[in-house]
Nanobody, 115 residues
Framework: QVQLVESGGGLVQPGGSLRLSCAASGFTFRNYAMNWYRQAPGKERELVAHISTAAYGTHYADSVKGRFTISRDNAKKMVYLQMNSLKPEDTAVYYC????????WGQGTQVTVSS
């Protein structure tokens, strides 16, 4: 059974940091590129960050460049999103996705940036 389980979301003040984690199971993790998407109320889903299978390549949305860092641990089947200098506009549900032979999505974790 394929699972992507996100954790680490919550409420944080502007300027703060959060680290999202995504635990993968049920598929060959090392063969899949991984993404973090987000969706805010009333807005379209946005690709936030991408990492290639062996972590050789990463890509970020312009809105998060220099603030967010995606990483992965193929041995642990984990992908992470370190989010620093958070802004209210980063408030959204964040989804972990796997891209390969098939595409898989997690259930999402809420991130709220507010004072």
């Amino acid at each position: 059974q394929v699972q992507l389980v996100e954790s680490g979301g919550g409420l944080v003040q502007p300027g703060g940091s959060l680290r999202l984690s995504c635990a993968a199971s049920g598929f060959t993790f090392r063969n899949y590129a991984m993404n973090w998407y987000r969706q805010a109320p009333g807005k379209e889903r946005e690709l936030v960050a991408h990492i290639s299978t062996a972590a050789y390549g990463t890509h970020y949305a312009d809105s998060v460049k220099g603030r967010f860092t995606i990483s992965r641990d193929n041995a642990k089947k984990m992908v992470y999103l370190q989010m620093n200098s958070l802004k209210p506009e980063d408030t959204a549900v964040y989804y972990c996705t796997a891209v390969g032979t098939y595409n898989y999505w997690g259930q999402g974790t809420q991130v709220t940036v507010s004072s």
